[in-house]
């Protein structure tokens, strides 16, 4: 199957920070999203975006999908922002119609 | 919108038996499927559904049944746990089986003793 490969792997930043995560993939891709499983284990959606970039608030993404990678942008970090951030993926033509999640970038925000 | 719901939130069971984890979607969406959460293995996916009437095995299907006799619900049922179905369970739906944003529900967490 496809690989995704997110780097760092974990990241510790005092609030008010900003920081980039990044997702690799090794083919291409018809969904790219962006989730956050917080402290209580939810999955929360942060964005749907096979190309192009989005932004949300002090979140932001890119995906450049020629290049098969995408950036996951947060700004002014608060501690709420804690957890972690996954890349998910899903190959044109999928019959399983699976996501493919890389193993997550846990953030960590201090006060 | 609820969204996608699921219950129970957690879940202890003796292993051989049984239950049935339920999942709903109020969103009309064809595709729903069953992810499975453990620690250095990330989600897999057990069964899936591209409609009322349709499923079919994901990856890890050993050990689940499912069945959707609606668009809206789609239960996961373990026959007999076994300790090696301790884990935390994930419903997910989506419009379409492909290029749509998949919404996942808060999870069940489940202990088999």
């Known amino acids: 199957g496809i690989q995704v490969e997110q780097s760092p792997p974990d990241l510790i930043l005092q609030e008010g920070a900003n920081s980039t995560l990044r997702c690799n993939f090794s083919?291409?891709?018809?969904?790219l999203q962006w989730f956050h499983q917080n402290p209580w284990g939810q999955l929360i959606n942060l964005f749907y975006?096979?190309?192009g970039t989005k932004q949300n608030g002090r979140l932001s993404a890119t995906t450049v999908a020629t290049e098969r990678y995408s950036l996951l942008y947060i700004s002014s970090s608060q501690t709420t922002d804690s957890g972690v951030y996954f890349c998910a993926v899903q190959t044109r033509g999928s019959t399983l119609g699976r996501l493919y999640f890389g193993r997550g970038t846990q953030l960590t925000v201090w006060p | 919108n609820a969204g996608v719901t699921q219950t129970p939130k957690f879940q202890v069971l003796k292993t051989g038996q049984s239950m049935t984890l339920q999942c709903a979607q109020d969103?009309?969406?064809?595709?729903m499927s069953w992810y499975r959460q453990d620690p250095g293995m990330g989600l897999r996916l057990i069964h899936y559904s591209v409609g009322a009437g349709i499923t079919d095995q994901g990856e890890v299907p050993n050990g689940y049944n499912v069945s959707r006799s609606t668009t809206e619900d789609f239960p996961l049922r373990l026959l007999s746990a076994a300790p090696s179905q301790t884990s935390v369970y994930f419903c997910?739906?989506?419009?379409?089986?492909?290029?749509?944003?998949?919404?996942f529900g808060p999870g069940t967490r489940l202990t088999v003793l």
């Open positions: 969103m009309n969406h064809e595709y």
């Open positions: 975006i096979p190309s």
């Open positions: 083919d291409s891709v018809n969904n």
């Open positions: 997910a739906s989506s419009l379409r089986r492909g290029g749509d944003t998949q919404y």
